[in-house]
């Protein structure tokens, strides 16, 4: 069994926002699947996809405040900068955080941890929407 | 054809640990798939996946070494320290390297390079087990 | 649908480079995919593989700068040093970039946005060629 949507997701502040509750409302069919695995995907190469805590709102700020730190704006050695200084940047932690996850599916929902919820990582301080393909393949 | 199965490892220091045998043991169905992926997932925001080097143990400690300085303990700008100065870098650690692996199957075995195994990242200092999900898929 | 092929990419100077068009020109059962995912998976500790833009080359040579920066040769804690001073941070750029991509597979194309392209990230001074296995799976 293969299902697939794209879907867009409005424009958000810079930062890490929690996108669980958007991914599984667009994924109804994941219920009928006993056994499976689950790939989101971003269209996208200023923004990033991660899965960590999604209790604690602290958490996402100071994942926002130690990627700037790790890769900073306007560094000496970027070349790429007419798009702006947050942009060069955002190419970076894309590319450190990733594009994709893929998650295993058991039962009919999503096998994370108790405390995992998945991130749409903004890097551009003023993007405009982002594009996700969840490609769901598994058995009934 | 599917196989899933979730295994707990047992608490293992802080640090980065191979665990491409725990994995291999507890897939004998492997030897079965002609071709296929294995996907490995980790329940937890304080650790992480990684492929790497498996022959000289001094990789897995500068490994350790490196993320300590590059995540440090203690930033001025962590907010979430409640649990410990172990805690917020271990998260960060986890979205710099990864909750999940997925891996080609060809006839039979995990169809890595010669140098290549599965790292358990540890990344608290007091950490309990840790529960995998195994899930693989290939045609026989 | 399952199609695997293991193709030997020729050396490449140190630094991010494309291979998006030879990723391509390696599968032409791709056409034939309706809904898939590709898998692709670098068989080497000392490479790595992203998605990142495609079109202007200083955000590749930005990357290799950045990268540089930020996992530095010569670190006084490494004790991998065997190899050369280039090998440690080789090692350490794989476990943060990532060793594998899985990408969507949708009416015979790859789903990736339109500035999209695959990177192969090249971490030694003189490596040699590198393996990649390319593993497609979807329904016709």
């Known amino acids: 069994m293969w299902i697939q949507?794209?879907?867009?997701?409005?424009?958000?502040?810079?930062?890490?926002?929690?996108?669980?509750?958007?991914?599984?409302?667009?994924?109804?069919?994941?219920?009928?699947?006993?056994?499976?695995m689950l790939n989101v995907f971003i269209k996208h190469t200023s923004a990033s996809l991660s899965i960590n805590e999604d209790a604690d709102p602290t958490v996402?700020?100071?994942?926002?405040?130690?990627?700037?730190?790790?890769?900073?704006?306007n560094a000496p050695y970027y070349r790429h900068t007419y798009e702006g200084p947050d942009?060069?940047?955002?190419?970076?932690?894309?590319?450190?955080?990733?594009s994709h996850l893929t998650i295993p599916v058991t039962d009919g929902r999503?096998?994370?941890?108790?405390?995992?919820?998945?991130?749409?990582c903004e890097h551009r301080d003023h993007?405009?929407?982002?594009?996700?393909?969840?490609?769901?393949n598994g058995k009934v």
């Open 5 to 36: 949507k794209e879907i867009d997701l409005p424009a958000q502040r810079r930062g890490f926002h929690l996108i669980t509750d958007r991914v599984l409302a667009e994924l109804p069919e994941l219920a009928q699947i006993s056994v499976g």
């Open 60 to 73: 996402r700020q100071d994942m926002e405040s130690h990627f700037n730190k790790m890769v900073p704006e």
């Open 87 to 98: 942009d060069m940047p955002a190419h970076l932690k894309a590319s450190i955080i990733g």
């Open 110 to 120: 999503l096998n994370m941890g108790t405390w995992q919820g998945i991130y749409l």
């Open 127 to 136: 993007a405009s929407g982002r594009s996700l393909v969840l490609t769901l």
